[in-house]
């Protein structure tokens, strides 16, 4: 793990961002002064609605169960589930047992998962049999001891009798590892304390606006801000929780007229998907006040039209690495909430280097990585994030992301590695080389775009034919190159390296 400094810490525990609360305490607390808060899953294949007592018997239960097999404080418990009221009970009993959670996107393919639990070594995988395109692949946790799935014998991990209380573990030890995909060809291993999520957990929640209503929430808790979004923020205040395991913006308009749920946070897609559905209506536009917006590149364009219909835009910038680096107030002035992704959010540092690239430091920010040599790479000795992102900093000290050092692809909120995705491209015999680069859409904010140099002899590959090549390799759908370019030859470099700022600027204007 990184280095950090006991002034650092002591300064980070006197100020209050750091607390001797585990996520169990937190959890414990929330649960036992809301118990009869609503909990809703909106799906067509595993409906569900109780309460947070409920869902809070089914934890214990679980907790307890576990517990029985010898899983407690330290022990990992990962989980691939869609947004559905099992994921909420496995986060929370492993949160109670002062366990590691490894959240897992529901989507992620063969290649990822393996990954994963080759570097996790999990003592517990709760998952289910088929979800659209997820398929258990039981050969993956062949080596898991303990193994659950939702629909066939995940009942059988339950306790007739309900855990009680948390178990004790120290608020500084990993509580979280969350894995993204980034500049690596394998998702990253991204390691999080008790207290880095405790400190992000409150930081979301202060920055919410007040008078939110019902929220719907649609990013799959296989992500870890999307977890805590659905299962630990909502209960720091007691707030229904409203979930639905696939973005259909037909479901989700339905929803919203019926349930009075509304969507106040995400990707841009999420917004511009339901404005642009001919279903969309004036009585769903009241449903829409406000749209803090991050995850991915944040368009003037989409902001300003938000804006325009009425809707309170904000925005934020961050990582997995590092989730609140920096916000812009849900109160501040519109020029900074529509154009910058804001001011360094409380207790955060940041930094320019003298090329722009942005460094953080924070109470939130994470421990390091499961591989050393990456947190070696990553952090100084300092404490200081290296965030692979650039920027400028105004005369207010709010930021502006202009551009991004590391080889990452942001598509709807999802890390997608043009490094993965160019090695994938090589192993197809047609290709001698591959570049593979963002390009703009008005929707998702980027998508992949991949330009290849064909072999001598050998015929450009058609969509179709690359789509075959990568559902056969077990990589997640999204990955995927949504646009394929031929060249003779690449912009380089005297050294002969590919400029791909430049492949980038090239697809761009095409």
């Not at 418990?77 to 366990?99: D, H, I, K, R």
Request: hydrophobic share 40%; aromatic share 6%.
């Amino acid at each position: 793990m990184r280095r950090i400094s006991d002034d650092l810490a002591k300064r980070y525990r006197a100020e209050g961002w750091w607390t001797q609360d585990t996520l169990g305490d937190l959890l414990a607390r929330g649960l036992a002064a809301h118990p009869g808060t609503t909990f809703c899953v909106h799906s067509t294949v595993r409906q569900w609605s109780g309460t947070y007592r409920d869902v809070e018997l089914v934890a214990r239960r679980l907790a307890a169960g576990l517990r029985a097999r010898g899983v407690g404080p330290g022990d990992v418990v990962a989980f691939q589930l869609p947004n559905w009221m099992e994921a909420a009970a496995t986060f929370w009993a492993s949160a109670l047992l002062g366990a590691v959670t490894v959240p897992i996107v529901h989507f992620y393919g063969r290649k990822e998962v393996g990954h994963i639990m080759t570097a996790a070594q999990p003592r517990v995988f709760i998952t289910t049999e088929r979800f659209g395109r997820m398929e258990h692949q039981p050969d993956l946790c062949a080596d898991v001891p303990i193994v659950g799935l939702v629909g066939r014998d995940f009942d059988h991990l339950l306790a007739d009798e309900p855990m009680s209380g948390t178990l004790a573990t120290d608020p500084g030890n990993p509580a979280l590892i969350a894995f993204t995909s980034g500049t690596t060809s394998d998702p990253k291993g991204v390691v999080h304390s008790h207290q880095t999520i405790g400190c992000e957990t409150r930081q979301l929640h202060g920055n919410y606006p007040p008078n939110r209503g019902r929220q719907l929430t649609a990013a799959p808790v296989g992500h870890f801000v999307g977890m805590l979004g659905a299962f630990l923020i909502p209960v720091m205040d007691g707030a229904s929780i409203d979930l639905v395991d696939e973005w259909d913006p037909a479901q989700v308009l339905m929803l919203m007229k019926k349930e009075g749920v509304a969507v106040g946070g995400g990707p841009t897609y999420f917004f511009t998907s339901l404005l642009d559905h001919p279903d969309f209506t004036d009585e769903h536009l009241r449903h829409m006040k406000s749209a803090g917006l991050g995850g991915s590149t944040v368009p003037a364009a989409v902001t300003r039209r938000l804006t325009d219909l009425g809707i309170h835009v904000f925005r934020s910038y961050g990582s997995t690495e590092h989730p609140s680096i920096t916000g812009t107030p849900h109160d501040g002035p519109e020029e900074k909430r529509l154009l910058t992704d804001g001011c360094p959010r409380p207790g955060v540092e940041i930094r320019l280097a003298d090329d722009g690239e942005i460094f953080s430091r924070g109470p939130d920010l994470c421990l390091g990585y499961t591989d050393e040599a990456l947190t070696a790479s990553a952090f100084d000795d300092d404490g200081w994030y290296r965030t692979g992102d650039v920027g400028v900093l105004d005369a207010d000290g709010y930021l502006t992301i202009t551009d991004r050092k590391a080889d990452l692809i942001i598509r709807g909120g999802e890390n997608i590695s043009a490094l993965e995705v160019e090695e994938v491209l090589l192993t197809m015999p047609a290709v001698a080389e591959a570049v593979v680069v963002s390009a703009p859409d008005v929707r998702l904010g980027e998508r992949v775009a991949a330009v290849l140099r064909v072999r001598s002899g050998h015929t450009m590959p058609t969509p179709d034919e690359v789509r075959e090549h990568f559902e056969s390799t077990g990589v997640a759908r999204q990955k995927w190159p949504e646009e394929l370019h031929e060249v003779d030859d690449f912009p380089r470099t005297a050294s002969g390296k590919v400029q791909k700022h430049a492949v980038r600027q090239d697809i761009a204007i095409r």
